[in-house]
């Protein structure tokens, strides 16, 4: 197994680290970092971050090509896989030849036709949390070794406090966000329906039944029936 000069490697992690004082986005930083483990292993034909998203489903981020996604998603599919395991059992995992690999028969099944024979997959650990995965695919057997998870587990760890660094920063301004969002649907609708209330005599229930209705024959949002009704534009029926 090649690997990159120390220099070079020590050179990669520290612009990796050096995102942290940046402002950069999670899947620009992880787009960086998994180009670099790519090129750290000759042989290599995708590498990427599994990841949480904001909604709880489990994604990959920052993948340098179409087939880590691909590989990916039967994972997320069948609940089971490589990545997955390195995820939950926060250990590196090694499968230097899937034509003799028994584990995971879903997964391998499900990517029988495409070209993967060998993988390798780090966790993300940031303190006690297990953010991820990081991982590598190849389409040659035993193009990867001990040396392999080992020097991934390299590139892991400023990941990992790369991702938990700019999650933790981005966090509040994203439940502010939310929170102001769902605070204003909530006096929209409130609005709205005192308003079909008055126009309509309908009873408080009756009236948020009615928008909801409307929404839904109109393929629209509760949100944008609401709006409407609040500037002065009648909603069907009214």
């Not at 790519?38 to 034909?45: A, D, H, L, N």
């Not at 949480?52 to 997320?76: C, H, L, N, P």
């Not at 099944?109 to 297990?130: D, H, M, R, T």
């Amino acid at each position: 197994m090649a690997q990159l000069p120390l220099d070079e490697l020590t050179a990669v992690i520290a612009r990796i680290q050096g995102l942290l004082l940046t402002e950069e986005k999670v899947t620009t930083a992880i787009r960086l970092l998994a180009r670099a483990a790519k090129e750290s292993v000759p042989g290599t034909i995708g590498a990427g971050v599994s990841l949480i998203d904001g909604r709880g489903r489990r994604t990959s981020s920052g993948y340098t090509d179409t087939i880590v996604s691909q590989a990916d998603t039967v994972q997320y599919e069948y609940g089971e896989g490589p990545c997955l395991t390195a995820w939950a059992s926060e250990r590196p995992v090694l499968v230097t030849d899937l034509n003799v690999e028994q584990r995971w028969p879903q997964w391998r099944n499900g990517i029988a036709g495409l070209p993967i024979l060998a993988v390798v997959s780090a966790p993300l650990l940031a303190g006690k949390e297990s953010l991820g995965a990081l991982k590598l695919y190849a389409a040659a057997p035993d193009t990867y070794d001990h040396g392999s998870a080992a020097l991934l587990q390299l590139f892991a760890a400023p990941a990992a406090t790369l991702i938990s660094h700019i999650q933790a920063n981005e966090a509040p301004h994203r439940m502010t966000a939310e929170l102001q969002a769902s605070l204003y649907t909530r006096d929209l609708v409130n609005r709205a329906t005192g308003v079909v209330m008055e126009r309509m005599g309908l009873r408080q229930e009756d009236a948020v039944r009615f928008l909801i209705r409307q929404a839904r024959e109109e393929k629209t949002s509760l949100q944008q029936v609401s709006e409407r009704v609040v500037a002065g534009t009648p909603a069907s029926g009214t």
